[in-house]
Structure formats: structure tokens, C-alpha cells
């Protein structure tokens, strides 16, 4: 463990001794920004302007800016990490965030563009009673936001604090406050245009940067993908076990169920994740709507596919002592592994390090932007608008209310972020998609397709599965009884599970269904077959 200390050391040490050049790429990436985000601020006039970038981003601006709100530093730096640490296993996470788009762009991409207006509650709400179903929806859209915020906010703590050398923990918590105050700022002046500028200009940058390393690991192996993996296999001291699964999810049964409950919440999350949402009104129409998932299932999936030569890189050629010692959790496996292509005492290693960790914490800063606005979007549209003030809020107070509720978020993701600044980013955004798919997945396929769905069964599957996904993690080895848990110290968790989705999403499922059956309330067939034809024909969308 010595060498892999001293090796992390001197990774710092290098970045310290070129600290000019990375502070400078940090600032230009975020004086850049914040130009664009003053900018889409003068452009933004009105409500849908504000939530919706006035819906005129074309198929192919907004499937970039989908993939830059989606990959995110789960995805760059949780993955790597998982991957470099548990090498087949971890990769399953790859495979799990790009096939959930299949039942995003078949069930939900379409009929919710063609349904709402600028938020999910708009389309529980169409053929509900307002206010609860509102509410409901408002409460779930943050807590999910908040969930995935954390991952986020995590991984900025990381990157930065590697960079910057920095190892106390009021140092990292300040890391972490920067990044809040930098996503107030984005939200709160540019709204969905700054916040879609900024996300498809990300978009390139991780694309370009991950390209570059995995180019220059297999130039290291000479194109030869079977020589990487057995470098990997052998560096990692696991040997052929590293290549087959099992390493992680499979040496005990409570294992093997936490596989599958990992696996259904990826798959099934990203069709209920508010931030991913709200993307589909940015377009003109539900046309655009679809190809704009085309679009993005393309780039992701080309992203994901060269997550194996980060992770499997990274693998091969630093010691998994050495990445843990950085970081527990992996997060810091793709900087390093840039160090260790460029050199780890040369200039070359220093200038790839600050540009794949610039490259980070832009795609930090971008999602982090795009969950703030979809959370404080929904608070102002759903609760503050229609719940609070029944209707009668004009635009501009609509708007200033979702201003102060990004304040709010940020505060509050801050303190979190804090909290959660050792946990694998990859598996705090796991838990994210579970709780989207226990509260938010089942209300909205119940509204668009099942003809007897009411308020009472919409209330019944957001707040039990809300509840239920919630409780078990905080009873679960993620918060609690782990020396990786949130709080490593104490141990009050009973749940074995460290995702909840195998429980939670069937329970969001039946509670929608119950709620149904035993509610009194006679659901209005005139309206759901208004939704129906809205949703699949788009007549009458906005």
C-alpha cells in the first residue's frame, strides 16, 4: 500500500507542479459557459423559454444535449472506476445504462412529448385530480433529482481535489460548494437554453476526450483488445476471475440479488428520470422527440462501448492499490489512467490529466445544471403554480419561483454531496434511477396506457414507491455498516441490498394497480381517450 500511496503522491505532485495550466483549462471551460448561460439568459423571455428553451432545439442538438445530461460522472468516472476494480462486473453497469434507452425511446419518448407541456406532473395531472397528483409528482421529481445530484456532487469533490492536490476534508466540502454555486448560477440565469448549450458543448468534450484515451490505450496494447484484457486480468492480482462474473456480484446469494436488483433499476430508471424528461419538450414536435433519441442511443452508445478501454485500461496499467488509495470507491481511475498514458513524471502526463479532469468536471457542472432545473422546473410549474397558487401565478412569478427553489436545491445538494463525497458515483446514481423507477416509471405508463387508472392509484404508486425505495436505502449498507457506506462509523442498516429496485419497483407497480382497484373514484373515459389520441397522433401538444 506504501507504493500505491507514493504513486498517488506523485500524481499530485505533478498536478501541483502544473497547477497554472490545469486552473487555466478549468477556467476556460467555465468563463466559456458562463458567457453562453448570460447569454441564453437574454434570450429567455417567457415561461417556455425558461423550461423549455422555447422547444426550438432540432432531433440532433437535443439528442446531443440528452447525452451530455446523461453521461454523467457516473458514467465517466463511476464506471471507469467499477470496471478498473471489478472488471466484468463492473462493465455491467455499462450495459444496463444504455439498454434502458430501448424502453425510454419505445414507451415513454413519444407519447409524453406529445402529452405534456413542461413537466411529468403535466402528464399525470391531464386526466387526474390537479393538485394531489401535482404534488405528488413535484415531491418525487426531487427527491430522484436530489439522489442523482449527490452522485454528482461526489464526484466534483474527487476530481478536484486530486488535481488541486487538496486532502483535507474542508477542502473537499468547499470543491463541492463551488460546484453548487457554479450550478445555481447556470440555472438561475440561462434556464433550459444556457443549461442545453452547456450540456451539448459537454457532450463533445467527453466524447472527444474519451476517444483520445482509449485510442492511446490500445496504441498501447497495438490494437490488440485481447492483450488489454489479459494485462488487466493479471494486474489486477484477481487473474482470470476479473474477466467472468461473479467478482462483485456473485460470491454470495445476497450478492447475485443485488445484481439483479442493480440490473432492473438500470434498465427500467432511465424512462422515469425528471431531468431526462424534460428533454423531450425542447423539441417542436414528437417526430423530433423520437429522433432525438435515435440520436442519443447512438452516441451513448458509442460512449459506453469505449468505457471498456478506460476501465480495462485502467486496470492494466496502474495497481487497484494505487486507484484505491486515490479514491475507495475507483472514482479517480480515468484521471489517473490519463496520467499513466501521458507519463507520470512528464509534462505530457500532467496536460492529459488537467484536460480529461477539465473534461469532468464540464460534465459535472452540465448535468448538475439540467437536474437542478428539472427539480426546481417542476417545483415552481407543479406546486408553486398549480398546487400553491391554484392556477393563478403569471409567468414571470412562476419563473422567479423556480429561481429560488434552485437556490434551495443547491443548499441542500451541497450538504449532501458533502456527506457522500467517498461513495462510487456510479452506485449512488444506481440508487437514483431506482427510486425513479418505484415512483415516477409506474404512474406514468398506469396514465398513458391503462384506461382505469386514478388520482388515488397515480397517489398510492409515487409515494409508496417514493417511500419504500427511500427507506430501504437509508437501512441499507450504502448509508450505514460498510467501511465505504456514507457513514462508515455506525451501523443501523438491516436491508442487505445496496440497491433497492428488486423490491421497491415491484411494490411501486402493485401499489399503482391496488390503489386502482379499491379507489371509489369513476375515472373519466372522455378524457383518457383525449390522452390517448394526444399522445400517439400529438394533436393538440404544445
Sequence with gaps: MSLAITQVQLAAGEASEHRPLIISLFAVFVVATLVITVWAGRQTKSAADFYAGGRQFSAFQNGLAVSGDYMSAAS???????????????????????????VALLLVAEPLRNSGRYTMGDVLAYRMRQRPVRTAAGASTIVVSIFYLLAQMAGAGVLVSLLLGITSDGGKVAIVALVGVLMIVYVTIGGMKGTTWVQMIKAVLLIGGTILITFLVLLKFNFNVSDLLGSAADNSGKGKSFLEPGLKYGATSTSKLDFISLGIALVLGTAGLPHILIRFYTVPDSKAARKSVNWAIGIIGGFYLMTIALGFGAAALIKPEEIIASNKAGNTAAPLLALHLGGVDSTWGAILLATISAVAFATILAVVAGLTLASSSSFAHDIYANVIRKGTATEKEEVRAARYATIAIGVVSIGLGALARDLNVAGLVALAFAVAASANLPTILYSLFWKRFTTQGALWSIYGGLVTAVGLVLFSPVVSGKPTSMFPDVDFHWFPLENPGLISIPVGFLLGWIGTLVSKEEPDAGKYAELEVRSLTGTGAH
Design 76 to 102: 465517466f468516472l463511476g464506471i471507469a472506476g467499477a470496471i478498473a476494480l471489478f472488471g466484468y462486473d463492473g462493465f455491467l453497469y455499462s450495459i444496463g445504462f444504455l439498454v434502458a434507452w430501448l
